[in-house]
């Protein structure tokens, strides 16, 4: 339901999903909005020739529902279409497929890659989840190799191999742009127990997520996954045992280790073919806003816009994954505490955007319905982030739901009681006895 039409054909009512400029070049917070003033349509036909028209999301005379596309049945409320029980199956077929397929991601190594690039959809621009997950968990398995062999050459004293992590980020980067929900799961379905080569991919795949949010070119988007990938290497240069140690630093402790980035640094310029920007934002990647960051004590605007997301990305990730001196927290308490960051450790536009590209219920999350059902939350909704697809794990009473089901939040289907499904709360790790990393084995 998306139409490219000139920027001077837009009405107030329009659907803006995509412009023809990055998003930070525009006041506009968000990636795609409703036109609601005028003075939001004279800054956009200002800016703008061409603009990309959703019009599933648009309003009034503008707006094309899918039911009347569809020439699908209107449920009134209350009441059952003839399609309902349909739809419960296709739904618990959906959910079936989706768990199987996340079961066999499960400590397995993909040496075998599809030959085809997974379709990307007219409807929504996107390609379809399980054959992205299939398509990139090869990728990912050989990111996770290639990592292992840096740190071997590192430890030999030979070079890095800059081409070969330069052309698996860009396998990424065009996987994030087909479906990045795909390899937000496989960040997780591929855990391993290595800390340092999980944070590692799961800093790159974020900030290339973060980055296409915020409209940033593909260079700029390789760039930062690259950067993701590398600006830890420092650290094998760092005493283990301080790395390893389960309470706090002393001064000198933590003198040592902030020496990783100097180390990230001369290792890569030791290599050839290292972009000159990935040194930037390495190298300003534990700066912060208000000057407290290090190796070079930077502050406010002097921070590359690059690395300042680095270290955001950085910073969440650290804090939603288990390590030797601190416990993992919820996805929902690390966004808060990032928020409560704002104009401190970073600035508030920059939170605001990351808030809004990761939304309060992320890929994983564990969540409690209004129905009192638990869910796990298998996909973004593009439109609006407080209405993802889930699939329910979890009955009323709690007992484990036999036949799963996925539901779409945003389509707004109904409890038995008669009212649109919507999310209470999120639940922390291992509520009611499921840690939603594992969910898929039961």
């Known amino acids: 339901m998306n139409s490219t039409i000139p920027a001077s054909e837009v009405q107030i009512g329009m659907y803006v999903a995509d412009i023809d400029r990055p998003w930070v070049e525009t006041p506009f917070m968000l990636q795609g909005f409703l036109v609601t003033t005028s003075d939001e349509l004279q800054t956009l036909q200002r800016l703008c020739k061409h603009v990309v028209i959703d019009r599933s ?93 840096t740190q071997v050459a590192i430890d030999a004293g030979d070079n890095i191999d800059i081409v070969r992590l330069e052309g698996l980020v860009g396998e990424m980067a065009q996987g994030v742009e087909r479906n990045s929900d795909a390899l937000m799961w496989l960040t997780r379905l591929k855990r391993t127990d290595r800390y340092t080569y999980d944070h590692a991919l799961n800093v790159s795949v974020h900030a290339m997520v973060f980055a296409r949010f915020v409209g940033l070119d593909t260079r700029n988007i390789r760039q930062l996954g690259l950067a993701g990938l590398l600006q830890d290497i420092g650290k094998v240069r760092i005493d283990p045992d301080i ?65 300042e997301m680095a270290g955001l990305v950085d910073t969440y990730c650290a804090m939603t994954r288990d390590r030797v001196y601190l416990p993992a927290v919820s996805s929902q308490r690390a966004m808060e505490e990032i928020n409560r960051l704002r104009n401190t450790l970073f600035r508030d536009a920059l939170v605001d955007q990351f808030l809004q590209c990761i939304g309060l219920y992320p890929i994983g ?20 982030r407080l209405q993802p697809r889930v699939i329910i794990i ?49």
């Open 243 to 307: 790395l390893a140690k389960a309470g706090p630093l002393d001064d000198g402790e933590f003198e040592h280790v902030r020496a990783h980035v100097l180390h990230t640094l001369a290792l890569l310029k030791a290599s050839d073919n290292v972009d000159p920007e990935i040194f930037g934002i390495i190298a300003a990647h534990h700066e912060r806003f208000d000057g407290s960051g290090y190796p070079r004590g930077l502050k406010g605007m002097n921070i590359p816009l690059a690395a």
């Open 394 to 442: 979890l009955g009323p009473d709690k007992a484990v739901e036999r036949f799963p089901r996925i539901l779409d939040l945003l389509m707004q289907p109904e409890t038995a009681a008669g009212e649109p499904y919507r999310i209470l709360r999120a639940l922390p790790p291992n509520a009611y006895g499921i840690d939603p990393n594992d969910f898929y084995l039961a």
């Open 365 to 384: 999350t564990l969540v409690e319905l209004n129905s009192g059902e638990v869910a796990v939350v298998i996909q973004q909704n593009q439109v609006r």
């Open 57 to 149: 999301r648009s309003v009034g005379e503008h707006q094309r529902t899918r039911a009347v596309e569809k020439d699908e049945p209107l449920k009134g409320p209350g009441l059952r279409s003839s399609t309902a029980d349909e739809e419960e199956r296709d739904s618990r077929e959906e959910a079936s497929r989706f768990l199987a397929v996340a079961r066999s991601f499960r400590g397995r190594i993909h040496t075998q890659r599809r030959p085809s690039i997974p379709r990307v959809r007219a409807a929504d621009g996107r390609s379809r989840l399980e054959s992205e997950l299939f398509y990139s968990a090869p990728i990912v398995d050989d990111v996770y190799r290639a990592l292992r062999e």
